[in-house]
C-alpha cells in the first residue's frame, strides 16, 4: 500500500487542463517543499518531471507545472497532448531516518 | 552522459538471496548519492535505502533494514543491492536511482527479481 494518495486515473482531450493530487500527511507532503513528479512509460524507468514542488527540470515542457497546499501536492499538465499519456508517480522527502522517501499509488493519464 | 546501468533480471527460489548491480557509466561513482527503489507489478515504487559511496554511508528503510546491504565497489564504479530471505512478495523491478537534492534525477532501467519456487 502506498504512503502518498492519487487517484488511479485523469483523463481529458487534447488541449485541456488536467490536475493530479498527491495527498499524504504533514510527516511528508505537509513537512517540506520536497516534493517530486516522475513519469513512467509502460516498461521504463520513471523520468523526473517535477522536483521541490514546482521545479522543472531541463528539458521538460512548460505545460507542466507543480504547486501544493498543506498535505496535498499538484501536478498540472496544461493543453493535454496525445504524448502525455502516461503513468505519474509523486514523491515526498519525510525528514525521519527509517524512511526517507515515500511515492504515491501513480495515475494514468489517459488523453481522450 | 552519466548512465546507471544495471544487472539483468534474477529468478530466485524462497529463502535464497538476490545480489543486483548498479554500475555509474561515465561518471564517478564517488560523485553521487544512491538509492534503490522497487517496484512490485502494477504497484507503486518503495524506498529501499540509500548508499553513499564517498563516505561509505548506507540508510535502510526500517522493513528491509534487516534484509537488505549495500555496497559500493569504488574500483568499478558499481553499487550493489543484496536483498536476503526473498519471499514472492518481494517479486518486483528494482532500480537504482541517482539523488539530487531531494529528487531522483537518473534512474537505472532496472532489474526484474522474480521469486517463485
Known amino acids: 500500500q502506498s504512503a502518498l494518495t492519487q487517484p488511479a486515473s485523469v483523463s481529458g482531450s487534447p488541449g485541456q487542463s488536467i490536475t493530479i493530487s498527491c495527498t499524504g500527511t504533514s510527516s511528508d507532503v505537509g513537512y517540506s517543499n520536497y516534493v517530486s513528479w516522475y513519469r513512467q512509460d509502460p516498461g521504463k524507468a520513471p523520468k523526473l518531471m517535477m522536483f521541490?514542488?514546482?521545479f522543472r527540470p531541463s528539458g521538460v515542457s512548460d505545460r507542466f507545472s507543480g504547486s501544493k497546499s498543506g498535505n496535498t501536492a499538484y501536478l498540472t499538465i496544461s493543453g493535454l497532448q496525445a504524448e502525455d499519456e502516461a503513468d505519474y508517480y509523486c514523491?515526498?522527502?519525510?525528514?525521519?531516518?527509517?524512511?526517507?522517501?515515500?511515492f504515491g499509488s501513480g495515475t494514468r493519464v489517459t488523453v481522450l | 552522459q552519466v548512465q546507471l546501468v544495471q544487472s539483468g533480471a534474477e529468478v530466485k527460489k524462497p529463502g535464497s538471496s538476490v545480489n543486483v548491480s548498479c554500475n555509474t557509466s561515465g561518471g564517478t561513482i564517488t560523485s553521487y548519492t544512491l538509492s534503490w527503489v522497487r517496484q512490485a507489478p502494477g504497484q507503486g515504487f518503495e524506498w529501499m535505502g540509500r548508499?553513499?559511496?564517498?563516505?561509505?554511508?548506507?540508510n535502510y528503510a526500517q522493513q528491509f533494514h534487516d534484509r537488505v546491504t549495500l555496497i559500493a565497489d569504488k574500483s568499478t564504479n558499481t553499487a550493489y543491492m543484496a536483498l536476503s530471505s526473498l519471499r514472492s512478495e518481494d517479486t518486483a523491478m528494482y532500480y537504482c536511482?541517482?539523488?539530487?537534492?531531494?529528487?531522483?534525477?537518473?534512474w537505472g532501467q532496472g532489474t526484474l527479481v522474480t521469486v517463485s519456487s
Open positions: 521541490d514542488t514546482s
Open positions: 548508499i553513499i559511496p564517498l563516505l561509505g554511508l548506507t
Open positions: 536511482a541517482r539523488r539530487r537534492g531531494n529528487w531522483f534525477d537518473l
Open positions: 514523491s515526498s522527502y519525510t525528514g525521519n531516518n527509517i524512511l526517507h522517501y515515500v
